[in-house]
């Protein structure tokens, strides 16, 4: 089971990045697939979750009408499309299997001026 972030970056104010997360080794389209994060000195946080079908999504409050989860089950990819950044998005971003328990290695990004 592999997860693999890309897409991660620096980027201003009010700005955007979509998160990919490549997923191979078990049943993608039967995985409900969540994306969390960590900033320097905070517990890792939930920020958005997708059912297997994507059909159903979630997301914290701190994001929500600003990111938006996906998922293209045919490319075995969960992705996680960030607009309007904010100084406080800044953390390693994380994409999680549920079913199987498996942590992506993480990727960066960075909201400055």
């Known amino acids: 089971v592999h997860l693999v972030e890309s897409g991660g970056g620096l980027v201003q104010p009010g700005g955007s990045l979509r998160l990919s997360c490549a997923a191979s080794?078990?049943?993608?389209?039967?995985?409900?697939m969540r994306w969390y994060r960590q900033a320097p000195g905070k517990e890792r946080e939930l920020v958005a979750g997708?059912?297997?079908?994507?059909?159903?999504?979630t997301y914290s409050d701190s994001v929500k009408g600003r990111f938006t989860i996906s998922r293209d089950n045919a490319k075995n990819t969960v992705y996680l499309q960030m607009s309007n950044l904010k100084l406080a998005d800044t953390a390693v971003y994380y994409c999680?299997?549920?079913?199987?328990?498996?942590w992506g290695q993480g990727i960066q990004v960075t909201v400055s001026s």
């Open positions: 999680y299997d549920h079913r199987t328990a498996t």
């Open positions: 080794g078990f049943t993608f389209s039967s995985s409900y």
């Open positions: 997708i059912s297997n079908t994507g059909g159903s999504t």
